[in-house]
DNA sequence: CTACATTCGGTCCATGCGTACGGAAAAACG
DNA sequence: CGTTTTTCCGTACGCATGGACCGAATGTAG
């Protein structure tokens, strides 16, 4: 079995998979679960890892090639870390975090749900635009990451991004602000788009992102104005 | 071995690498280059490999494992392919023109440019639409494949297109059918919004794609429009 | 039979992820 | 301090898979 990262090796050899395990389940463990050395290398794998994917693709990364950008030795990797999968999943779901923290505010300050729309994509595309590496490793393992099964292993995640904008849509809708339109529908459609732009960028850094970004909320405005 | 790429093996080896190599540099072929079996085997190849990629994705996807699909041995592969890169272009490359034949005649058929543009969306689309196979084993090679120095592979395709939609769209600011705005910059973000659309139906192909054709266009239209 | 085209099984070498083990470093203990 | 114990990390290895390739069958045609 492939029992446990750092210090789960130790533990009882049933719990096979458990990727929340860092919430305690008995009292025994007062202090931090993780120590100093382990925050701190952990951080630094899962940084390298970042640089790796966007430099090189998803197929293109190993634990080996993340080792030799972290300076380190492969197994320091996997002494840290229960697998691969598990430092992939890190990447993405920091990055999310990071953005989503970046933009919950911007969008909330809006009154308006053109304003909400507008601070939304805005929001997203300057954090994007500031963490180009980031999103480059973000958006390669959400396309290619898959499950053992073989189906993709990000699918949700989407899914509730749609929801939240559908309703500030339908808000709109409802206040007068957009024309007639599925909510849900145009809801998809404009994060794609948003999406898209960022497609361009990411496979052609001389397009000028932000300047892209007026753009954009110009010709999402008048696509769903009244 | 005479000449083919079966047979480009015996070539002189200095030719290291010319992906366009298939157009007739010299007269001396008047009978097709590749004889039966050959053109039967490597449409059966290709055909294999369009339908791993889209099962498994760029990464799940071997030599071993199209020859598992296409029932036959993998060095029947590589005798009648330079190498895996060579089949992986021929997807995408076979993908395009096919599309764009479907595409074009649609296009040119009409007259006005706000009629192109929804002439080139929604035969996009439906394309698309009715081979989904190969279009999500395009769109793993387009986002994955990569030269052996690390770089995305397929990044001038897009340029073109863009650069076909922008004089489209051109056109139609002079004769008063488009608002005004950079014909360029909102090209890209058409183009990659119809690609957005197509993303969130490779996930989920719940989405009812011809469904949301009308609301695209729609969302098009009502954002370019004067 | 000779010549060439096609296919198969198997080999080769590189790389992948993960593990084993021993020693260094740090923390706990006396 | 010194010693023991735990944490941490490097070297080396295991086992599987990858793409490419080779030589020996087959097939086919003259």
Not at 95 to 119: C, D, I, K, L, Y
């Amino acid at each position: 079995m492939s029992a446990g990262d750092a210090r789960s090796r130790k533990r009882a050899p049933g719990a096979a998979y458990d990727p929340r395990m860092a919430e305690r389940p008995d009292p025994n463990d007062h202090p931090p679960r993780r120590s100093f050395i382990e925050r701190a290398r952990r951080a630094q794998i899962v940084e390298a890892a970042t640089q790796v994917v966007a430099e090189l693709g998803y197929a293109g990364t190993s634990l080996a090639r993340i080792a030799e950008k972290a300076e380190i030795s492969k197994s320091v990797i996997t002494y840290h870390f229960e697998s691969k999968d598990e430092i992939l999943r890190l990447v993405v779901s920091q990055f999310f975090e990071r953005a989503w923290a970046h933009m919950s505010g911007r969008v909330e300050a809006e009154r308006t749900a053109s304003g909400q729309v507008r601070a939304w994509i805005g929001a997203q595309l300057e954090f994007y635009a500031e963490h180009r590496a980031e999103f480059l490793a973000m958006s390669q393992i959400m396309a290619n990451h898959r499950t053992p099964e073989g189906s993709p292993a990000f699918a949700g995640e989407l899914t509730e991004e749609v929801d939240a904008l559908t309703e500030i849509l339908q808000r709109g809708q409802r206040d007068g602000e957009f024309r007639d339109f599925d909510a849900r529908g145009v809801a998809t459609i404009i994060l794609r788009c948003a999406d898209g732009v960022l497609g361009s960028w990411a496979i052609d850094d001389s397009t000028r992102l932000l300047d892209q970004i007026p753009a954009l909320l110009d010709f999402v405005d008048h696509a769903i104005r009244r």
